[in-house]
């Protein structure tokens, strides 16, 4: 019984390893893209700054277009087999576009179909990978899992956008994108070897409920849980602040601040190691403080470290947007690992893929609409206004969580007193 014990725990940390691994070479490749996908717009189309805002929303709307069936799509079919399509999918949408350039016909429009593609199997692709990390390992394991994935996501987040910047420099911002392409290669071939998950750890029951009803079902949990709504709320002021930050300040930076290209993508990459510092601590910090708490303190902190960024207008004050990228970085990894493991410990194992998913598809779906805003202020208001801003806009996520119930709480998942009865329920 033992070595059975044992052999169940090699597989499982096999399976993890191989998984992570994927995850890893993928991340890699589209940290690259990060950087190299609006220089490309930038560059070689001398795209506007409206049109760069746009491609980045569409990298991102798939979240709204998605994010509830995407659910629904990964309790029904096998999770392996989704993943390696989708990376698959991911591959051929992004090597068309350096094939398109050789070939003397890349369009603006061919930009923004590969950046909509990739986003839509990204969606399902992230949902997947949400609910595979919870049917591998023990419950007890989760925030330290999530700390390493979150770590390791960070680490491709600063590497990644470096990497990007000196491929942009040396082989122009069309041949970095063939990093990515490979990457989802690699990562396809990995997920291919890993054995497929069995349906019953993901709770899926296909056929038994029609489809809108399964989605109503995972979105109904989310709306009556009294710490997943105000989180969920948090996270899509959150992205919405990030989204339009990350589509404003590569042209920023290059058009305000007057970067090169490796310049830009050394400081895009701060946000890499700030979140690689938030997951690090994450665990330990929870573990002292609360989840609770902790949040709220990362979050405030992030926030007031983003309005630094702005103050960068050449060279020499670049180190002002590093500390305010890393600093808001890190005070959303922090509130994203204790927000992500908290929804995989308290919903039910056979709604967990559409729980991630109700939460993915309203804060996630923040994103394009965050990088759609932030061209419009950017072409109305200017680029340094647009930017300030957007940094005042960081503030919307903490006060979300300091006006709700989460304020009271020392932990996301501890039990409260019910003010009608005195007796101690469960937040869920």
């Not at 590497?159 to 082989?171: H, K």
């Not at 206004?385 to 932990?411: E, K, M, Q």
Request: one cysteine or more; hydrophobic letters at 50%.
């Amino acid at each position: 019984m033992t070595d059975g014990i044992a052999k169940r725990t090699t597989e499982a940390s096999s399976s993890f390893w191989r998984f992570w691994t994927a995850t890893t070479v993928s991340g890699v490749g589209s940290a690259v893209t990060l950087v190299a996908l609006p220089l490309v717009a930038v560059t070689v189309l001398d795209a506007s700054v409206i049109q760069v805002s746009l491609l980045a929303a569409a990298g991102q709307i798939g979240w709204l277009i998605l994010g509830l069936p995407a659910g629904v799509i990964v309790q029904r079919y096998p999770l392996r087999r989704l993943q390696v399509i989708t990376d698959l999918i991911r591959l051929v949408a992004l090597a068309s576009v350096p094939v398109a350039w050789w070939l003397g016909h890349l369009t603006y429009t061919h930009l923004v179909v590969a950046a909509l593609v990739v986003g839509l199997a990204t969606v399902v692709f992230d949902v997947g990978n949400a609910t595979f990390l919870p049917a591998i390992i023990d419950k007890k394991d989760l925030t330290a899992r999530n700390g390493l994935m979150s770590g390791t996501l960070s680490v491709t987040q600063t590497g990644g956008p470096s990497l990007g910047g000196l491929l942009v420099q040396v082989s122009g911002p069309v041949g970095a994108l063939c990093v990515d392409a490979v990457s989802y290669l690699v990562s396809a071939l990995t997920l291919r070897s890993l054995p497929e998950v069995p349906r019953s750890s993901t709770g899926a029951s296909p056929g038994r409920a029609r489809f809108t009803q399964q989605i109503r079902e995972g979105w109904d949990f989310v709306a009556r849980h009294p710490v997943m709504m105000p989180c969920m709320w948090w996270a899509t002021a959150t992205n919405f602040a990030v989204g339009s930050l990350v589509a404003l300040t590569p042209t920023y930076l290059v058009r305000e601040a007057h970067l090169s290209p490796l310049m830009v993508g050394l400081l895009v990459a701060a946000d890499g190691i700030g979140s690689l510092v938030g997951s690090l601590v994450a665990a330990r910090l929870a573990t002292r403080f609360g989840t609770a708490r902790i949040m709220i303190l990362a979050s405030l902190v992030g926030a007031v470290l983003a309005t630094a960024m702005p103050l960068t207008v050449g060279l020499g004050s670049a180190l002002f947007f590093a500390v305010g990228n890393a600093g808001y970085g890190a005070g959303v990894v922090i509130g994203s690992i204790v927000t992500r493991t908290h929804r995989q410990t308290e919903s039910p194992p056979e709604l967990l893929s559409r729980v991630m998913a109700t939460v993915r598809f309203v804060s996630w779906g923040a994103l394009p609409l965050g990088a759609a805003l932030s061209g419009l202020l950017a072409a109305t208001a200017g680029l340094r206004p647009a930017l300030w801003l957007l940094c005042a806009c960081t503030f919307l996520g903490p006060a979300i969580l300091l006006l709700s119930g989460v304020r009271g709480r020392r932990d996301l998942s501890e039990k409260v007193a019910d003010p009608q009865t005195g007796s101690s329920a469960a937040a869920a």
